[in-house]
């Protein structure tokens, strides 16, 4: 079925500098991506989202691209902190039979070397 | 406001047992939905019910799975007769408006079963 799958698995970056993880997506019906952080031992938490009708949308530090044309997706982290170590997943709403349902891809570990 | 509640956080059970699950959504969230994550691994979708709608179980991985949400509220999600291949991280989410509309999901923070 469609899928939604990350290019690297690990990302090690030095406290302070920015991060990108990025995401590829085969689902060109999708219309809304979202990006999620996990933490250990915690359930994934929603860090920003982006509609297809967009491009770019910034939140606080983050900000999220999304190129329609070649399915991709990323994450971008401004000043990257210890605490922004984590797994950091994208995910898409695919239509379902009773709406949409949310699928999510296989994630990107980020270390943030101190 | 309380977030989305898993009980019980851990649980152990032999081969061959079957084990329950529950979910206790944020209040008012029309949408409920159950994951699996395995070791290091991404999230598998099961089942998600919105409303009254019939739940959209494409990816209960067999009919050993099987899931009800009472009510509107409370899901649990059961497994009958337990392999090992079952141990992983539960996953339940809720969303206000579910399935009809975009929305990001409020994650519970898992049941991990091992199945020994």
């Known amino acids: 079925g469609e899928s939604v799958g990350l290019h690297l698995p690990t990302l090690s970056v030095q406290e302070g500098d920015n991060s990108i993880i990025n995401c590829a997506y085969s689902n060109s019906a999708s219309d809304y991506f979202i990006w999620y952080k996990q933490e250990s031992g915690k359930g994934p938490q929603f860090i920003i989202d982006i509609r297809s009708n967009m491009d770019k949308r910034q939140g606080q530090r983050v900000t999220v691209l999304l190129n329609k044309t070649v399915k991709h997706l990323s994450l971008q982290i401004a000043a990257t902190q210890p605490g922004d170590s984590a797994v950091y997943f994208c995910a898409e709403n695919e239509a379902g039979s009773g709406g949409f349902k949310t699928i999510f891809g296989a994630g990107t570990r980020l270390f943030v070397k101190a | 406001g309380a977030g989305v509640s898993q009980s019980p956080s851990n649980k152990v059970t032999e081969k061959g047992k079957d084990v329950e699950l529950r979910c206790d959504p944020i209040?008012?969230?029309?949408?409920l939905y159950w994951y699996r994550q395995s070791l290091g691994q991404g999230l598998e979708f099961l089942i998600y019910f919105q409303g009254n709608s019939a739940p959209d179980k494409s990816g209960l991985p067999s009919d050993r799975f099987s899931a009800e949400r009472t009510g509107g509220s409370v899901s649990t999600l059961t497994i009958q007769r337990t392999q090992q291949e079952d141990s992983a991280v539960y996953l339940c989410a809720s969303s206000p408006e579910g399935g009809l509309y975009n929305s990001p999901l409020h994650f519970g923070n898992g049941t991990r079963l091992t199945v020994t």
């Open positions: 209040s008012g969230h029309t949408a």
